[in-house]
């Protein structure tokens, strides 16, 4: 019995390390947020330009992160008329709320000229109330090349569903504008940062301490047999 508590130790104080080791290398980081969807409040001129290839991760390089570049095939793009001037908003559902990093944009990379210039951004948890994560930027125009990089802008830890893009101009064309694709990091906001962290440390810490005392006692009771 003594020899199985013993082995029971053992085992216990070896997961407890292992996963100290594992957990303390691996904190809460943020991640490429997949599934989300979009709306244009201008539409999309067809099919083939529609507002679903800016979230799609059509003509992104592999593997697919905030660093891959963007083709220049128009069919993975999107593009909205100019009806009523170059302007409209891009409403973006990340599925669930997250304590956002970054939001990487790749330009219109066909017809340069139809990429945004000038934007803003807006988040929400509800889709209903908006506040600014931040006011009038310019987006550069692109290069036209088929390796286009993002452009990353901060999102301060903003805590939203539902991020809205304004763009007020385009780099010149009369009768389109559009974006090639918009990706986001984050961490999701329904485990609290320090929880998601310290947790799995703290559990599995626990679990090499409890091992070690069980050893004691074991060497202690031996000691008191002599
Ligand atoms: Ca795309």
């Known amino acids: 019995m003594k020899q199985l508590i013993s082995t029971l130790a053992k085992t216990i104080t070896f997961t407890g390390f292992i996963a100290s080791v594992i ?3 691996n904190p809460a980081q943020a991640v490429l947020i997949s599934g989300v969807s979009v709306t244009s409040s201008k ?5 083939n330009n529609d507002v679903y290839h800016l979230t799609d991760q059509s003509g992104l390089s592999l593997p697919v992160s905030l660093g891959s570049t963007h083709d220049a095939v128009s069919n993975n793009t999107w593009l909205s008329n100019n009806a009523g001037g170059a302007s409209g908003n891009l409403v973006f559902n990340l599925g669930q709320s997250y304590v956002l990093n970054q939001v990487g944009i790749w330009n219109y990379n066909g017809t340069t000229a139809r990429g945004v210039q000038d934007f803003s951004i807006d988040a929400s948890t509800d889709n ?3 506040s600014s994560v931040f006011g009038t930027t310019t987006l550069n125009q692109s290069g036209g090349t088929s390796t286009e990089a993002s452009q990353l802008f901060n999102l301060n830890t903003t805590t939203a569903q539902y991020i809205r893009l304004n763009y007020t101009s385009n780099y010149g064309d009369g009768t389109f504008t559009g974006l090639s694709e918009v990706q986001f990091d984050g961490v999701a906001a329904t485990a609290v940062p320090w929880e998601t962290d ?9 679990l090499f301490t409890l091992g070690i005392l069980t050893k004691r006692k074991l060497a202690k009771a031996k000691l008191s047999q002599f």
């Open 23 to 25: 957990f303390a290398a």
């Open 43 to 47: 539409g999309s001129i067809d099919a």
């Open 128 to 130: 209903i109330s908006y």
């Open 198 to 206: 310290a947790l799995p440390i703290i559990g599995s810490t626990g």
